[in-house]
Structures are given as structure tokens and as C-alpha cells.
Antibody
Framework: QVQLVESGGGVVQPGGSLRLSCAASGFTFSSYGMHWVRQAPGKGLEWVAFIHYDGSNKDYADSVKGRFTISRDNSKNTLYLQMNSLRAEDTAVYYC?????????WGQGTMVTVSS | QSALTQPASVSGSPGQSITISCTGTSSDVGGYNYVSWYQQHPDKAPKLMIYDVSKRPSGVSIRFSGSKSGNTASLTISGLQAEDEADYYCCSYAGSSTYVFGTGTKVTVL
């Protein structure tokens, strides 16, 4: 069955780092662009980052550019999000999503809390 | 990368039809036919309801339909049911592999 499972969330102090993972199954992971989308508590959805199917192209929202890095390992069917210099405003549920010019498959999300 | 504009809330009685608008610019909604809509129930992941402006994924009820005119896209829910009560978000491609979401609309079934 087609599935995305995120992990790696937790509580981190401002200025700290965290790496999120997203394990894919049930589809040919290496054929699709993948994204990270986040949702702050009680707020709307915010697109965060994109990576091309082969990792050759990446892009980021202005709010995370220079601090977050998206990557993938197609041999492990896994997507990553390295988050550095974390701020309180990065507190959110982070979802990974498969893209076909729309986000057709979503993970269950992993919570990241930035607090001292 | 400004969020697309949606009404904060829309309500309707069971059986009625409601429409949610999503207004962007010529750089996103108006520039591409890659508008999608998502339904999100509390504490759940979003679910794709409409893609490419008006296409329905397999398994999504025909009561959900999408359209676009200029810089504004719309989602219509016909024959409103209690299970449709949720938050709805539009999303548009904005070029260079980037996307922008709408502000979200809470749908209440009266």
C-alpha cells in the first residue's frame, strides 16, 4: 500500500538542529518529486521545500532558505529535511508529500517544537 | 510567496451547495492550471480532493468539483453532508517547482 511515514520530530532549543526522515513504500519513490509541508499549531498549511526525483534540483520557501536542506536517498526510499538554526516560528507538524503537480500522498506528520 | 486568499469560513445546511473561493495572482493561480484542493479533518493529514483545477482523484465523491477563472479558483461541494465538515485549503503551483497554499476555509454543516 502506498505510504509515507515521517520520523525525527521532537523538542529542540532555539538555534538547535534536527533531521526529519520520511520513509516511502508502495510506489516507485525514485520517479517522483517530493516536498515538505508544515502546519504550525492552529494555523494553515505552508509549503517548505521541494526536491526533484533524482535530487538534481531543490527549492525552498523564503522562510527557511539558508537554514533547511532537503535531500533524498533513492536507494533507501527515504526523504530527509535537515533543519538548522531553528526558531520558535518553526514549531509545526511537518508532513512529507509526493507530488504530481498536486500532493496526492501525505505522511501522518511529525511534530517539531522549538522551545527553551 | 504570499498565501492565496480564502474566506475564513463557509457554512451550509445538509443537501445544500457551497462554494469556496481561492484568489491569487497571475504568478500562481492565474498562470498555471495546477490548482489543487485539500480537505483536512482535525488532527489528520490533508487529503487531496481536486487536482489540475477540476480533476477528481479516484475515490473522491463527485459532489466535489473545481473550476478557475482568471486569478480565482473555486471548490464547490454539492449535496453537503455532515462528513464534509472540515478545513479546506487550495494550493497553486507558483513556478520553479514551488507551491503556495491558501489561508484555509472552515466548512461548517449547520
Amino acid at each position: 500500500q502506498v505510504q509515507l511515514v515521517e520520523s525525527g520530530g521532537g523538542v529542540v532549543q532555539p538555534g538547535g538542529s534536527l533531521r526529519l526522515s520520511c520513509a516511502a513504500s508502495g510506489f516507485t519513490f525514485s520517479s517522483y518529486g517530493m516536498h515538505w509541508v508544515r502546519q504550525a499549531p492552529g494555523k494553515g498549511l505552508e509549503w517548505v521545500a521541494f526536491i526533484h526525483y533524482d535530487g538534481s534540483n531543490k527549492d525552498y520557501a523564503d522562510s527557511v532558505k539558508g537554514r533547511f536542506t532537503i535531500s533524498r536517498d533513492n536507494s533507501k526510499n527515504t526523504l530527509y529535511l535537515q533543519m538548522n538554526s531553528l526558531r520558535a516560528e518553526d514549531t509545526a507538524v511537518y508532513y512529507c508529500a509526493k507530488e504530481i503537480h498536486a500532493f496526492d500522498i501525505w505522511g501522518q506528520g511529525t511534530m517539531v517544537t522549538v522551545s527553551s | 510567496q504570499s498565501a492565496l486568499t480564502q474566506p475564513a469560513s463557509v457554512s451550509g445546511s445538509p443537501g445544500q451547495s457551497i462554494t469556496i473561493s481561492c484568489t491569487g495572482t497571475s504568478s500562481d493561480v492565474g498562470g498555471y492550471n495546477y490548482v489543487s484542493w485539500y480537505q483536512q479533518h482535525p488532527d489528520k493529514a490533508p487529503k487531496l480532493m481536486i487536482y489540475d483545477v477540476s480533476k477528481r482523484p479516484s475515490g473522491v465523491s463527485i459532489r466535489f468539483s473545481g473550476s478557475k477563472s482568471g486569478n480565482t479558483a473555486s471548490l464547490t461541494i454539492s449535496g453537503l453532508q455532515a462528513e464534509d465538515e472540515a478545513d479546506y485549503y487550495c494550493c497553486s503551483y507558483a513556478g520553479s517547482s514551488t507551491y503556495v497554499f491558501g489561508t484555509g476555509t472552515k466548512v461548517t454543516v449547520l
